[in-house]
């Protein structure tokens, strides 16, 4: 009697664990289905959004087109912050945060103005190589190259890129001719001037040809997705570290350590197996390198970027002047008397001809103790008479 209890029992218990795990299979499916079903919404708005962007990249076209026939500037700022303010208001009004409207429609903004002058730069333009060679600082997966690859992206020649241990061996390979193009951080928003680089610029026999201010996300790499509290060592570049100090400080009983840079950080935590250890890069060089990603944002400053300079072999023959449509900058680096007002009169030149200066860094003049030589940008093409006028003055002081 106890043992036929005993196996009906079981019986109804096993019946009740098939029924339950029936139950859950069902339930599963359900949220299966839900979820492709998401995810199949989600794959017709990536299509909207890619045939809008194509859609509004063509209408760009059109409109340098129409601007071709004219002496009208490719940009319009005005009407570039007035796109701005109504596409934030929009995006509010959706939900969506401000800062990440902004961001997406400075890409938007930028690519329309790198097709306008492309195709203001092709219309005159004679046959171009099918490749061509670009230098760098640090390895694949840095800052700089990634910032390459955006800058060339738009170009009918394919670029090859090339790494270099240090900017000096950058400097020399575009000097000698090995490459085409280099690419040179000059300034983060964060950490200031890159002054290396800047002095190097000074020596070489090299033109600036273009800038690409890129976005720096910083992330935390490691092996695996282990705790914060896990890390005892934390590689990067100096300036990557110095952009991120205040995260660096709140982990506890962990060292920096400098590496020459980013990628080559991320290649280290690699090659060492550690999971104590992890590097500051990007994301993408974590993809390249298969790292994880602890955390996202690391930046002491939101709004972290890098300009890059652009530099090309100097030509034996002048330089053909660019598109006055085409929004220029002017780099000059200057050095004034010692004396009282000297800098004061060369700035003024600028002023009385109503040219915005967007830079101005000095540095140390050699042979000449304590005194200083300027590095200036400022907003205008040399082929502007107003700008070379401006020039032709500051000769003169």
Known sequence: MGRALARERSRRARAFVGCHSHDQRMKDDSLMDELDKLRKEINEADSTIIKTLAKRRDLSLRVIEVKAKSSR????????????????????????????????????????????????????????????????????GAYSQLASEKFFARQKATPNFVGYKTFLEVVRSLESGDIDYA?????????????QVYDLLTD??????????????????????????????????????????KFLSSLENCQSESFADTAMAVRKVKEDNDLSQAAIASEDAAKLYGLKVLKRHLADQRNNYTRFLVAMKKPTDPVEPVDTRIPCKTSLVLATSHEEGALLRALSLLHEHGINLTKLESRPRPGYPFQYRFFLDFEGNIADEYVAVAVEGLKEV
């Open 183 to 195: 690419l040179l951080p000059v300034e983060n928003t964060t950490a200031g001037s890159i002054n």
């Open 73 to 140: 500037p490719l940009r319009d700022e005005k009407r570039e912050q007035e796109l701005l303010a109504r596409v934030i208001a929009m995006g509010r009004e959706c939900g969506l945060d401000g800062h990440y409207v902004t961001r997406v429609f400075h890409e938007i903004i930028d690519d329309s103005v790198r097709s306008q002058q492309l195709f203001l730069l092709g219309e005159n333009a004679t046959e171009e190589p099918t490749t061509i060679r670009v230098g760098f600082q640090g390895i694949h």
């Open 204 to 245: 070489a026999d090299v033109s600036i040809v273009g800038e690409e201010i890129f976005p720096v996300e910083h992330c935390l790499l490691a092996l695996e997705e282990v705790p914060l509290s896990n890390i005892r060592r934390v590689m990067s570049h100096p300036q990557a570290l110095m952009q991120c100090e």
